[in-house]
């Protein structure tokens, strides 16, 4: 079945500890985007990336990192999370940029 | 960053009804894109528009890309209970450009 798969689908964690959350998926496709809804904001974009080894910043870059070291995953990465980050997380995947299928969502709830 | 405004926020309507929302920005964009979140759910994609002035269908739901190119438009006509979730209009500049998202409209149905 194709999929966006991000993992994990609820997490707490507690100020200032790294964490991952990896996405993955299964289509070939080209681009891939990091986004987070927070209510009455909707969808913002984190990053993208248009292929291996090339992303960008998205709207809301501050306090995260990405890499792309493999066409089918793009793990997003919070080196030392702070409360305000505490959000509902998509990962999407494109072919062509317009059309991307979502993952999921992640939870993360920062304390 | 570019802004796109959708309206209204939310909507509570009887089934059976027709219902309109829209999306508009400042910026001129080149691709218009209409999703639909379902509670716990990400966004799937609907409906997407490529051409200024296209009017485009699928099953009860017809979205309208703007001659300006800065607006688009989405109507379900004959709403069910299942056509409850979050509504989101999304656009893109030039091609490999980041996608942005509006707002979202929470629409309620009411049996």
């Known amino acids: 079945e194709a999929q966006v798969t991000q993992n994990p689908r609820y997490l707490i964690t507690v100020t200032g500890k790294k964490l991952t959350v990896t996405c993955s998926q299964n289509?070939?496709?080209?681009?891939m985007s990091w986004y987070r809804q927070d209510p009455g904001l909707g969808l913002r974009q984190i990053y993208y990336s248009m292929n291996v080894e090339v992303t960008d910043k998205g709207d809301v870059p501050e306090g995260y990192k990405v890499s792309r070291k493999e066409k089918r995953n793009f793990p997003l990465i919070l080196e030392s999370p702070s409360p305000n980050q505490t959000s509902l997380y998509f990962c999407?995947?494109?072919?062509?940029?317009?059309?991307?299928?979502f993952g999921s969502g992640t939870r993360l709830t920062v304390v | 960053g570019q802004q796109l405004n959708q309206s209204p926020q939310s909507m509570f309507i009887q089934e059976g009804e027709d219902v309109s929302m829209n999306c508009t920005s400042s910026s001129i964009f080149n691709t218009w894109l209409w999703y639909k979140q379902d509670p716990g759910e990400g966004p799937v994609l609907l409906i997407a528009l490529y051409k200024a002035g296209e009017l485009t269908s699928n099953g009860r739901l017809t979205a309208q890309f703007g001659i300006t190119r800065k607006d688009s438009f989405l109507n379900i006509s004959a709403s069910i209970p299942s056509d409850v979730g979050i509504y989101f209009c999304a656009a893109r500049e030039t091609s490999g450009s980041r996608l942005t998202f509006g707002e979202g409209t929470q629409l309620t149905v009411n049996p």
């Open positions: 289509m070939n496709h080209e681009y």
């Open positions: 999407a995947s494109s072919l062509t940029g317009d059309g991307y299928t």
